[in-house]
């Protein structure tokens, strides 16, 4: 079993839906999770962090994270054109990264 | 500022060749990580260095594979007798410490390495 599990779609919505990305995990000792955004023949760059189980609102952008159902979201408001991408979640328990093999997002106009 | 620059950005090579990917971390980033992406793997760690020293090799798939980092700056990662297999890009990140999960990792853009 991988430590961390992503559907990797693809997943193609139209032009201001609500999207929502998840991610699931094995590991209880994972506490800082992450959200990073690739853009085609690009590496990763960090979208949202979060520490332990809550959510995190920045712009259009929540990430929740439910530690009791080891279960990671991210939800995209209003969603863009721009914000195609492959998203990747990523969690540590302190020292190493594990990444989930990530999600291709497509936003038609 | 400058961001984690990596090169070559591409790199064609026939089985059996040693190739060798580099990578120029953030001035002041003292964390250097390389990770493999191959389709629908995910990111897979390889190594991690703090400053000139490697704590972290855990991630290395054989000993085919080695890394050095010198200066505490610029990092070689040196595939020796490469495989088919070894077709991926390889992602470079640093950090300013590694001291916690709270540490921001910046990723190079990668070398698209193809074992023909």
């Known amino acids: 079993q991988k430590e961390v599990e992503q559907d990797p779609g693809p997943l193609s919505v139209p032009e201001g839906a609500i999207v929502s990305l998840n991610c699931t995990y094995s590991n209880s000792a994972f506490q800082y999770f992450m959200w990073y955004r690739q853009y085609s023949r690009k590496g990763p760059e960090l979208l949202m962090y979060t520490y332990s189980s809550g959510n995190k609102e920045d712009g259009r952008f929540t990430a929740q994270v439910d530690k009791s159902s080891k279960y990671i979201s991210l939800f995209i408001r209003d969603s863009q054109p721009s914000d195609s991408a492959t998203y990747l979640c990523a969690m540590s328990p302190g020292n190493q990264f594990y990444f989930g093999t990530g999600t291709s997002l497509t936003v038609i106009p | 500022g400058a961001g984690v620059s990596q090169s070559p950005s591409n790199k064609v090579t026939e089985k059996g060749k040693d190739v060798e990917l580099r990578c120029d971390p953030i001035?002041?980033?003292?964390?250097l990580y390389w990770y493999r992406q191959s389709l629908g793997q995910g990111l897979e760690f390889l190594i991690y260095f703090q400053g000139n020293s490697a704590p972290d090799k855990s991630g290395l798939p054989s000993d085919r594979f080695s890394a050095e980092r010198t200066g505490g700056s610029v990092s070689t990662l040196t595939i020796q007798r490469t495989q088919q297999e070894d077709s991926a890009v390889y992602l470079c990140?640093?950090?300013?410490?590694?001291?916690?999960?709270?540490?921001?990792?910046?990723f190079g853009p990668g070398t698209r390495l193809t074992v023909l």
């Open positions: 001035s002041g980033h003292t964390a």
């Open positions: 990140a640093s950090s300013l410490a590694r001291t916690s999960g709270t540490d921001t990792q910046y």
